[in-house]
């Protein structure tokens, strides 16, 4: 898989999952599979007010390269996206977009869940959850 078929975006400002889409798009792929994570207002059952997160860029950039690399290598990925959001973000709003085309939908499936999967587990990104009555630094895998 050539690097210009590989979009890896870590980033302070919001993202953008119409780019992320477009840019996975092909005539030759049937299955896109697009992953949009979202803060949500609840972590069992205790109010979350926003989300707070922190990275260490050079090396999660070269995580998530790497594992977009191994989702090409194990399924039919054509184009694959990886877009991952630091800072304060509130409510609603979208800390990671991942897209994925192959030939077939099934594989598109597998491939964006690998990422996902993979991307909490091993990319030095940092979690921060805050309530309306304190905070809480959380693992990002469950």
């Known amino acids: 898989m050539s690097e210009e078929n590989i979009n890896i975006l870590l980033s302070n ?9 477009d840019f996975v798009q092909r005539p030759d792929c049937g299955g896109i599979n ?5 803060v949500r207002n609840n972590t069992k059952g205790r109010g979350v007010t ?3 997160f922190e990275a260490y ?3 999660a950039i070269s995580e998530m390269q790497k594992i977009a690399e191994e989702a090409c290598r194990r399924w039919d990925v054509q184009r694959i996206a990886v877009h991952h959001r630091t800072g304060v973000l509130d409510i609603g709003e979208i800390p990671v977009v991942i897209a994925v ?5 099934k594989a598109s499936f597998e491939a964006c869940q690998f990422v996902i999967d993979t991307l909490k587990e091993t990319v030095p990104i940092w979690k921060k959850e805050v309530y309306a009555d ?4 959380v693992a990002a895998h469950p």
Do not use: N, S, Y
Request: glycine share 6%.
């Open 13 to 21: 400002k919001p993202l953008d999952v119409q780019l992320c889409t």
């Open 34 to 38: 697009v992953f949009i994570g979202t």
């Open 50 to 52: 926003r989300l707070e």
């Open 57 to 59: 860029a050079p090396m």
């Open 101 to 105: 085309a192959c030939p077939h939908r």
């Open 134 to 137: 304190g905070e809480i630094w």
